[in-house]
T-cell receptor, first 114, second 110 residues
């Protein structure tokens, strides 16, 4: 099992460019999450998906869109990147909604917006 | 509502004990603890559910006081490998919407 995988690992964008961060899990988990991590700010929830076909906003959703393509994949899109979106992005998954369990994190994507 | 962690940073010598606190202004269903090494992804430590159950394995344990909406992580006889940033995450409504605190940096000196 690969667990949670994220692509790309690193990305540099110019202000105004768009891109999609990809996340996939092979553990048959129902819930998936996108977090961003900035120095001194901890992990902040952007969006999460409790199951295939559903998505909900987290703490900091502005400037982002998500798609739960199927049970395995959950993508994060930046339509018009801004320097404030420079961050490390982590995807995570957990087996079931409402049944507290381990969140498994991917290795992260380091994004720089110039 | 982001939980508040204290202290922000701790420096210890190997073998000393540490306590990291996590508090919320709202009633909690569960508290999750993770450790993150520099440049790596967070790694799960334990989950505590409403009910005040204390958990632990090896020399790391945690408690959950639901009346005070607080959780504490106890690291006993710290080892060099315990160094890293510790995050608590809280779930208010049993909907797996986990909100993390800003973290506590722990540095263990030999």
């Amino acid at each position: 099992n690969a667990g949670v995988t994220q692509t790309p690992k690193f990305q540099v964008l110019k202000t105004g460019q768009s891109m999609t961060l990809q996340c996939a899990q092979d553990m048959n988990h129902n819930s998936m999450y996108w977090y961003r991590q900035d120095p001194g700010m901890g992990l902040r929830l952007i969006y999460y998906s409790a199951s295939e076909g559903t998505t909900d906003k987290g703490e900091v959703p502005n400037g982002y869109n998500v798609s739960r393509l199927n049970k395995r994949e959950f993508s994060l899109r930046l339509e018009s990147a801004a320097p404030s979106q420079t961050s490390v992005y982590f995807c995570a998954s957990t087996p079931l909604v409402g049944d507290p369990d381990t969140q498994y994190f991917g290795p992260g994507t380091r994004l720089t917006v110039l | 509502q982001q939980p508040v962690q204290s202290p922000q940073a701790v420096i210890l010598r190997e073998g000393e004990d540490a306590v990291i606190n996590c508090s919320s202004s709202k009633a909690l269903y569960s508290v999750h603890w993770y450790r993150q090494k520099h440049g790596e992804a967070p790694v799960f430590l334990m989950i505590l559910l409403k009910g005040g159950e204390q958990k632990g394995h090896d020399k790391i344990s945690a408690s959950f006081n639901e009346k005070k909406q607080q959780s504490s992580l106890y690291l006993t006889a710290s080892q060099l490998s315990y160094s890293g940033t510790y995050f608590c995450g809280t779930d208010l409504n049993r909907d797996d919407k986990i909100i993390f605190g800003k973290g506590t940096r722990l540095h263990i000196l030999p």
